[in-house]
């Protein structure tokens, strides 16, 4: 039920042949996500599968200094708690919204369901899975290589991938969370952004960025994830591809 065309806002959803839809929709609620909630917590149990509409949602994890560091975004183009599917349904993640949006959300219980009745939601999971996945794998690396400026410039892109605008709604706080890396850290690397023309202004938890600027300093990883990212909905079911995708040329 409730309207198909919200939920297919979500580029997972709207990848779902109909008759595999229905098989969620009946259950799926659209639901505010708010700056600074907490969907899935470390080690507790996964009660709730988010679909965003919009907005973007940061997975973090613990490190072993007590610290907690980003590994991945995502925003309508991917989804909250579906790992729960591949084993003993308890958060190795932490998920917090960073940008305010919406979702489409369903519980655990009847996302399984539907998922053990359904070779096509079976694919979407497995994608995203497998894109989340390759995220993960690839963050390691670029924290040991990078430098903590194009990790930053890097994760700007990423969350203005998923946003209206140049303007980013990310605190100093905020940015020293997804980075793992301290407070005077982020404002040094601001100022040497700032410096260069990336970011044209920094003030009120509003970061005004620009984009060609940024790509320069971004590091390559960048360009890697995203196409990861993108190539999502293409590996899934083009023909029911009916949301319209940031269209992008990629080489
Ligand atoms: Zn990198």
Request: with cysteine; glycine share 6%; hydrophobic share 40%.
């Amino acid at each position: 039920m409730m309207d198909r065309h919200t939920h297919h806002n979500n580029r997972l959803l709207a990848a779902l042949p109909p008759a595999d839809f229905q098989l969620l929709s009946p259950h799926l609620q659209t639901v505010p996500l708010e700056q600074g909630a907490v969907l899935l917590r470390t080690g507790e149990q996964i009660e709730q599968v988010y679909f965003p509409h919009s907005g973007v949602v940061s997975f973090m994890v613990d490190m072993p200094n007590g610290e907690t560091v980003a590994t991945a975004v995502i925003g309508r183009e991917g989804a909250v708690g579906v790992l729960s599917i591949l084993g003993p349904s308890r958060s190795s993640v932490t998920a917090i919204v960073r940008v305010a949006g919406t979702a489409s959300q369903i519980s655990a219980s009847r996302f399984h369901a539907a998922f053990g009745r359904s070779d096509p939601i079976k694919r979407v999971v497995e994608t995203h899975t497998g894109a989340l996945l390759a995220q993960l794998q690839h963050v390691a690396a670029c924290n040991a290589l990078h430098p903590v400026e194009a990790r930053m410039a890097r994760w700007l892109l990423h969350i203005h991938d998923r946003i209206d605008g140049n303007l980013i709604p990310l605190t100093q706080e905020t940015v020293s969370q997804l980075l793992g890396v301290r407070r005077t850290t982020v404002t040094l690397i601001v100022h040497n952004l700032r410096e260069s023309g990336a970011i044209r202004n920094e003030q009120r938890g509003l970061i005004e960025i620009s984009r060609p600027r940024l790509e320069d300093v971004a590091c390559e990883c960048y360009e890697v994830m995203r196409h990861k990212i993108d190539r999502i909905p293409q590996q899934t079911t083009p023909r029911y591809h009916a949301a319209p995708a940031r269209e992008r040329s990629i080489v």
